[in-house]
């Protein structure tokens, strides 16, 4: 069956630091990976994919993910971080064997930077 | 500004009720998602519709229905409204169903049963 996981319901990061929020996934095709951040009171946002190509994806905001395929994880990155990156953030994946195109969600990261 | 607009913004009615929730997506999108997020249970898909047909069905119960119309908008209707009901319900959009496309979300309604 497919799923995704965030095993850290929240992250705290040091302003200035770098940040890395975690994603792992099992599907029985290949993987779509996408990540989506959400603002206090605001719709999700889309932040970055993974398709097919480089493993190293940039994104919005200075953001950027690694897909590594061997350990079946797609984490967020971030070299520095800063007080606005503040929020939920969520992974998800899309099976290419999955005919219904469904995405597949995680449970959400509150990411919390500190100043 | 995502360009999915969602109306209303703040809804608040009591158990046994029922209400309509509506979604525009961007211009050009076929596919229609919506979701359901409360502070227990996360995001949790509910239903997509691509081009007016129903597409994939999600934890979606029997007392909600949707439809996609033929100028692309749709709606979301909840029946016989129960407290735990109380959540942020998101439209989403895309250009098509397929893998690689990206959601664009709209900014939600707030449902709140009393």
């Known amino acids: 069956a497919q799923s995704v996981a965030q095993p850290e319901d929240q992250v705290n990061v040091a302003e200035g630091n770098p940040l890395t929020v975690k994603c792992t996934y099992s599907?029985?095709?290949?993987?779509?990976l996408f990540w989506y951040v959400q603002y206090p009171n605001r719709g999700l946002q889309f932040l970055l994919k993974y398709i097919t190509g480089d493993n190293l994806v940039k994104g919005s905001y200075g953001f950027e993910a690694e897909f590594n395929k061997s350990q079946t994880s797609f984490h967020l990155k971030k070299p520095s971080a800063l007080v606005s990156d503040s929020a939920l953030y969520f992974c998800?994946?899309?099976?290419?064997?999955?005919?219904?195109?469904?995405?597949?969600w995680g449970a959400g990261t509150k990411l919390i930077i500190k100043p | 500004d995502s360009g999915v607009t969602q109306t209303p913004k703040h809804l608040i009615t009591a158990t046994g009720q029922r209400v309509t929730l509506r979604c525009s997506p961007r211009?050009?999108?076929?596919?229609v998602y919506w979701y359901q997020q409360s502070l227990d249970q996360g995001l949790q898909f509910l239903i997509q519709y691509y081009n007016g047909e129903e597409r994939a069905k999600g934890n979606i119960l029997e007392r909600f229905s949707a439809q996609q119309f033929p100028d692309l908008h749709s709606e979301l209707n909840l029946s016989s409204l129960e407290l735990g009901d109380s959540a942020l319900y998101f439209c989403a959009s895309s250009e098509a169903g397929l893998f690689y496309n990206e959601q664009f979300f709209g900014p939600g309604t707030r449902l709140t049963v009393l």
């Open positions: 599907v029985s095709g290949n993987p779509y």
């Open positions: 998800a994946v899309r099976d290419t064997r999955d005919s219904n195109y469904q995405l597949i």
């Open positions: 211009s050009g999108d076929l596919s």
